[in-house]
Nanobody, 122 residues
């Protein structure tokens, strides 16, 4: 059974940092793109960052320069290092995986984690 499990969420003050992890199990995801999405309160889910199987990386404009996506193929894990957090980064963060080049579109991903809450206070 394929599973993606996020961890590392929590509450932090503005300007702080958090590192999210997404551990994949059930199969190797080395040939899959791994993405991070988030859903702010009362809003639709939005793209945050993605890393392709070929190490391509892409970020939303809102997080570029503050967030870094990385992956450890051997551990089947993808990370999202979040620095200089802002209150508008408050959301449930989800990781996703699939064989896709359409990194920004949530419909391109079949496998999803359950989400982890990130709350940034001012």
């Amino acid at each position: 059974q394929v599973q993606l499990v996020e961890s590392g969420g929590g509450s932090v003050q503005a300007g702080g940092s958090l590192r999210l992890s997404c551990a994949a199990s059930g199969r190797s995801f080395k040939n899959f793109a791994m993405g991070w999405f988030r859903q702010p309160p009362g809003k639709e889910r939005e793209f945050v960052a993605a890393r392709g199987w070929n190490s391509d990386t892409i970020y939303s404009d809102s997080v570029k320069g503050r967030f870094t996506i990385s992956r450890d193929i051997a551990k089947n894990t993808v990370y999202l290092q979040m620095n200089s957090l802002k209150p508008e980064d408050t959301a449930v963060y989800y990781c996703a995986a699939d064989r896709t080049y359409n990194y920004k579109y949530d419909a391109s991903y079949y496998h999803w984690g359950q989400g982890t809450q990130v709350t940034v206070s001012s």
